[in-house]
């Protein structure tokens, strides 16, 4: 029903950014939230951060002062800035949303198929 497209992952060293993007496609849909979560080998997948469709922000506190979610309501776009990395923000980065479709009752959410970030020390 919806499609995520996620990029922006890739190789870096401690202390260096990237920017993640997922943009989100389909049948024409209400944007509840969206956000990143991450998951590092053998570890649960996280919570990295949320943005509702009021713009309220939901962080984890390891990420707080680093990373930096926003959205671009046009585009149903959601970004990641993540600045200072550390090697322990190393995991792969899964997109999130969470919509209403039109002419469908109930919520439903989705999944992008995740970006690996690696920081090197």
């Known amino acids: 029903q919806v499609q995520l497209a996620e990029s922006g992952g890739g190789l870096v060293q401690a202390g260096g950014s990237l920017r993640l993007s997922c943009a989100a496609s389909?049948?024409?849909?209400?944007?509840?939230?969206m956000g990143w979560y991450r998951q590092a080998p053998g570890k649960q997948r996280e919570l990295v951060a949320t943005?509702?469709?009021?713009?309220?922000?939901n962080a984890a506190d390891s990420v707080k002062g680093r990373f930096t979610i926003s959205r671009d309501i046009a585009k149903n776009t959601v970004y990641l800035q993540m600045n200072s990395l550390k090697p322990e923000d190393t995991a792969v980065y899964y997109c999130?949303?969470?919509?209403?479709?039109?002419?469908?009752?109930?919520?439903?959410?989705?999944w992008g198929q995740g970006t690996q970030v690696t920081v090197s020390s």
């Open positions: 389909g049948r024409p849909f209400n944007t509840i939230a």
């Open positions: 943005i509702t469709s009021g713009e309220s922000i």
């Open positions: 999130y949303v969470l919509v209403m479709i039109l002419g469908l009752s109930g919520r439903y959410d989705y």
